[in-house]
Nanobody, 126 residues
Framework: EVQLVESGGGLVQAGGSLRLSCAASGFTFDDYAIAWFRQAPGKEREGLSC????????LYEDSVKGRFTVSSDKAKNLVYLQMNSLKPEDTAVYFCASGPYCSDKFYRVSEFYQSWGQGTQVTVSS
């Protein structure tokens, strides 16, 4: 059974940093891509970033480009989302999801991914 578990969320002041982790089990991590999404109250789920474990390809949505960095630790089967220069508008529940690869066209589309974690809350105070 594929399982994804996010951790690392919390409360941080504007301008601060957080690192989220996504731990995967039940599948060969190297064969999949991992994407990060977020969902703020009353808003649709928003795709932020993707990393292909096989070739290290990364993609970023414009609003987080230069502030967020996705990376992976193959030895630990973890994918990270380092979030710097956080803004109040970054407040949301953050999810990781697994999919076949990082698609330039579809990486921000929820339906492209097969498995999801339960999410971790990130709150940025002003």
């Amino acid at each position: 059974e594929v399982q994804l578990v996010e951790s690392g969320g919390g409360l941080v002041q504007a301008g601060g940093s957080l690192r989220l982790s996504c731990a995967a089990s039940g599948f060969t991590f190297d064969d999949y891509a991992i994407a990060w999404f977020r969902q703020a109250p009353g808003k649709e789920r928003e795709g932020l970033s993707c990393i292909s474990r096989s070739d290290g390809k990364t993609l970023y949505e414009d609003s987080v480009k230069g502030r967020f960095t996705v990376s992976s630790d193959k030895a630990k089967n973890l994918v990270y989302l380092q979030m710097n220069s956080l803004k109040p508008e970054d407040t949301a529940v953050y999810f990781c999801a697994s999919g076949p690869y990082c698609s330039d066209k579809f990486y921000r589309v929820s339906e492209f991914y097969q498995s999801w974690g339960q999410g971790t809350q990130v709150t940025v105070s002003s």
